[in-house]
């Protein structure tokens, strides 16, 4: 349900709400938030909440360290973990400098330009997540081990699958708060489990992903677990993706897919620094169907783009290079902007490579270009796109410039 700030203030006062959770995230994608009690919650919307920017990774340094955080209404969730009496919801928010311009590093704001200039050209865009984990065992002092929770593989169920409970929770509390789970399963690696997510409008896909970690992480230490979404948690083990699936329409009966799967093999070498920000995120390219060559296919896991088998509104692409580092925000903001550079040009991807990738010979595969082998090397390719520096401020790239190790 969409509130106005009106009505989740007489919302607060009716069902016995304590704290509001305001949430936003740094550039890197990693979750925020300030607790204010209901009484500051008419100052939030009409004047938004003051935060340090200097305390927060990518948004400045303390010269000129304050911004402010405007609560979006409409993202209004309750917390399920959180007690019944004295309960607590959460928001998401827009930050802004003190004189109201819009925070050029908010990368919620980003991609809400990003769906608007695809609205001026008629263009709506939609998403469906598909993020993986591992859950870890605990050691006594409730911190997080390198043992698996269990030793099963794809798609096995219990005894020998022991996070289907985990599983079930994680889907019932997303449920709760209005996200619609697709499917849940274990993976291939031990301890390792995907949940899928139902198409949505961008930025709802970019929200969902983000409470979808949160709410992970939550239940999994309810269970005296540890949620790993990290690219590579295990040497020699598959690694976690974040498949992103995408679709565009413009007018009835028009097929725009083959402009998106153009307009991403053109730039996923110039968004890779974004979609895999961290340098464990290298080690799991080339292996455990994560792709290395820049190509696409249908069905085909071991492409970097793949069109899934399905019609109507399921038809899609998906893209298999991105992990769960990535700050979902700006992927959706970049996959947005590298499809309506296609679409407007008119682009056509090459013919589709309905080979194995990870069987193909080398005479073969050096017909192919290489998505980036480093975080380095993807910096390098970043920090000279035109491309990229048309569609991010100067100020975002140079953060970026200057990566987490």
């Known amino acids: 349900m969409k509130y106005s700030p009106q009505e989740v203030i007489q919302f607060v006062q009716e069902e016995d709400v304590k704290f509001i959770r305001l949430a936003f995230c740094d550039i890197y994608g990693r979750q925020k938030n300030i607790s204010i009690m209901p009484s500051e919650l008419s100052r939030a919307f009409e004047h938004g909440i003051a935060m340090d920017a200097s305390a927060t990774e990518g948004f400045g340094d303390e010269t000129h360290s304050d911004l402010f955080l405007h609560p979006d209404p409409s993202t209004l969730d309750f917390l399920p973990w959180r007690p019944e009496h004295g309960r607590v919801i959460r928001m998401f928010c827009d930050i802004t400098y003190p004189d109201g311009r819009v925070f050029e590093c908010d990368t919620r704001s980003l991609l809400k330009k990003a769906v608007s200039d695809a609205k001026k050209e008629n263009v709506e865009f939609s998403f469906g997540s598909e993020l993986e984990f591992y859950l870890f065992k605990l050691d006594e002092n409730e911190y997080h081990t390198d043992i698996p929770h269990d030793d099963a593989g794809y798609m096995d169920i219990a005894p020998e699958d022991r996070g289907e409970n ?3 929770e994680i889907c019932l509390t997303l449920e709760q708060m209005g996200i619609s789970p697709e499917s849940s399963h274990h993976e291939e690696g031990p301890g390792q489990n995907e949940i899928d997510f139902r198409y949505s409008d961008a930025l709802s896909a970019a929200d969902h992903a983000m409470t979808f970690q949160t709410v992970v992480k939550t239940v999994a230490h309810r269970n005296g677990l540890w949620a790993d979404f990290s690219p590579k948690p295990l040497p020699g083990k598959p690694g976690n993706g974040f498949h992103i699936n995408i679709s565009a329409k413009r007018q009835p009966g028009e097929n725009l897919l083959p402009h998106l799967i153009a307009g991403i093999l053109t730039h996923v070498r110039d968004m890779t620094a974004f979609l895999n920000p961290g340098e464990a995120s290298y080690e799991r390219f080339g292996e455990n169907k994560a792709p290395l060559y820049i190509s696409w296919s249908s069905e085909n896991r071991s492409q970097l783009v793949r069109v899934p088998a399905a019609i109507g ?3 899609r692409a998906e893209l298999r290079s991105p992990d769960p580092l990535a700050n979902p925000y700006l992927a959706f903001a970049l996959l947005i902007y590298a499809g ?18 990870f069987k193909a010979d080398e005479t073969v595969l050096s017909g192919f270009s290489k998505l980036p082998s480093s975080l380095n090397e993807a910096v390098s390719f970043m920090k000279t796109s035109d491309f990229i520096h048309t569609c991010l401020p100067e100020k975002l790239i140079a953060a970026y410039s200057n990566p987490r190790r």
Do not use: S, T
């Open 340 to 357: 309506l550079d296609a679409i407007r040009q008119k682009q056509m991807p090459p013919a589709p490579a309905d080979i194995n990738l």
């Open 313 to 315: 509104e399921y038809r």
């Open 166 to 168: 985990v599983r079930r």
